[in-house]
């Protein structure tokens, strides 16, 4: 009796779950109307997408009953011209969907060259656009030029382009920074071609093997350009990044009083 119970309750040796079984699709299911997705029975009629398990003839035919019950008797040329549908129809939003990634790109290497280049943003609907379509339109065809149309370039796009590019290299370097083992800062204030200070910080650190240096941020000084002021305005720009101050090294600048002054200065 022991022996018994012991067998009935001993552990079962096989640790991994019994792997389910999917019947394959079979070119014979498109009579109850469906198609294979990705291993998934696919209806043709309402574009539905039924389970692994559901592949199964009698299964395929209660959902034709259930969902398209006019359509039981209708012969296989019905679902083939409905299944040709279908695929062309994927095939479409296929092409479109490259179409608009295509187009959005080319909206953002156009943003960058403006930005890289200083110019005023209007400069891409007004000027790089109409030149391009010209160019496009003598050397390939009025087809291929149409379609540059189509890529937006308006004076508020370019500027979100850029902002977002912006934000998205300052959140690279931000990570950069805290995946840094050590980094140094060095601070800068200066005053633009329209007589406004400009608070600078450039950051050097280590990232895979090299040493490399960037600005981190570029901001505007509101008030008097003090070390109270800077110290201040670096906080606010800094306080949500949550960089590790213990890893920073070194602190230089070019020797202003308001940035190295030893009672009332930045550092």
């Known amino acids: 009796m022991d022996k018994y119970i012991t067998k009935r309750n001993a552990p079962s040796t096989s640790d991994e779950p019994a792997k ?6 079979n070119n014979e299911y498109l009579k109850y109307g469906f ?41 296989i040329d019905f679902f083939e011209r409905k299944s040709l549908f279908l695929k062309n129809q994927q095939t479409c939003i296929l092409k479109s969907s490259q179409n608009n990634t295509a187009i959005l790109e080319a909206s953002y290497l156009v943003a960058l060259r403006v930005a ?19 160019m496009v339109n003598i050397m390939i065809g009025a087809k291929e030029a ?10 508020d796009t370019i500027s979100r382009r850029i902002n977002e590019m912006s934000t998205d290299v300052h959140n690279q370097i931000v990570q950069n920074l805290k995946s840094s083992e050590y980094f140094s800062i060095q601070f800068d204030e200066s005053t633009d071609v329209t007589n406004l200070a400009q608070f600078l910080c450039f950051v050097r650190y280590e990232c895979d093997g090299t040493i490399k240096e960037n600005i981190l941020f570029c901001k505007s000084i509101p008030g008097h350009a003090t070390g109270q002021g800077l110290f201040e305005l670096f906080i ?27 009672n009332s200065g930045l550092i």
């Not at 149409?146 to 004076?155: A, E, G, Q």
């Open 35 to 75: 198609i294979s997705l990705d291993n998934k029975p696919q209806c043709v009629v309402c574009f539905q997408v039924l389970s692994q398990e559901s592949m199964k003839p009698s299964k395929l035919i209660r959902q034709l009953e259930t969902n398209h019950r006019l359509l039981v008797k209708k012969p």
């Open 20 to 25: 389910k079984k999917f019947r394959p699709y």
């Open 146 to 155: 149409n379609k540059l149309k189509t890529i937006p370039l308006s004076n």
């Open 116 to 134: 890289r280049e200083s110019k005023p943003h209007t400069i891409a609907e007004n000027l790089i656009l109409p030149a391009a379509i010209d």
């Open 236 to 262: 606010e720009i800094t306080k949500n990044e949550n960089l590790d101050w213990n890893k920073c090294i070194s602190v230089c600048s070019d020797g202003a009083r308001a940035i190295i002054g030893k």
